[in-house]
């Protein structure tokens, strides 16, 4: 395929281009960890230490607000919240169990659509009364839900969910998962993870099984071939 491409597109000996079409190979090495060392026209990858490097955690974003507030305010008080936020950093909505009546769905829809704009791959992470990580659900999965045809039987479930004092209504919606990863997992272990899992974020725990920050699979691959070109495999 190579030569064909070469022949093609009548390259020469260019050993950038030979480098560039060789990256996927280097992606799933960085991934499975099966490859230290590859070389490619004097560019040289070192996978393995990359990999192993501790994972790159996007920072959590706890947004817990009064939906009471919001229901009474309409979206000016969603707008004053959102203020504060910089475009571009990683949000999450974090939504504690056993508080009958507490979260108005229509209200969770409205603080999404909002936040989302600020961060496209919003997360929504569920904890127990203790603050400890219980679920999480990409934020667009959501509101597709929660504003879809049968949004009034939707927003019952969601509602019974997290009126609920454990997890188990909450697992049971779609898109929201019980897993995640521990804060000092490396590079490989998360990717590892997020691919069985066909997911784009995953929430990091720290020791206690609180939420301490967000592993986005986009940033840990742009990470480790950052430290790659630089020739650096270990944390930044």
Do not use: C
Not at 11 to 40: H, V
Not at 153 to 170: G, I
């Amino acid at each position: 395929m190579l030569a064909w491409i070469l022949k093609r597109f009548q390259i020469g000996e260019s050993t950038t281009f030979i480098a560039l079409l060789l990256l996927p190979l280097g992606i799933w090495g960085i991934a499975s960890g099966a490859i230290s060392e590859f070389s490619a026209g004097g560019v040289a990858l070192k996978f393995r230490e990359a990999a192993k490097a501790e994972v790159k955690l996007l920072p959590l974003t706890d947004v817990v607000e009064d939906f009471q507030a919001v229901e009474k305010g309409g979206v000016s008080a969603i707008e004053g919240f959102t203020r504060n936020l910089a475009p571009g950093k990683p949000v999450a909505l974090v939504l504690k169990l056993g508080r009958p009546g507490y979260y108005v769905p229509s209200a969770v829809v409205l603080y999404l659509r909002a936040l989302s704009s600020f961060d496209p791959e919003l997360t929504l992470v569920v904890t127990d009364a203790e603050g400890k990580f219980v679920a999480s659900a990409d934020g667009r999965a959501v509101i597709n839900f929660l504003a879809g045809q049968n949004d009034f039987q939707a927003q019952e479930r969601f509602r019974e969910a997290l009126d609920a004092p454990d997890a188990s209504k909450v697992l049971e919606l779609p898109g929201f998962t019980g897993e995640a990863i521990a804060a000092n997992a490396t590079n490989a272990e998360a990717l590892k993870k997020i691919d069985e899992l066909a997911r784009r974020t995953l929430v990091a725990l720290d020791r206690d099984g609180r939420p301490k920050g967000l592993a986005k699979r986009d940033a840990i691959i742009t990470h480790l071939l950052v430290q790659l070109a630089s020739g650096s495999g270990g944390t930044p």
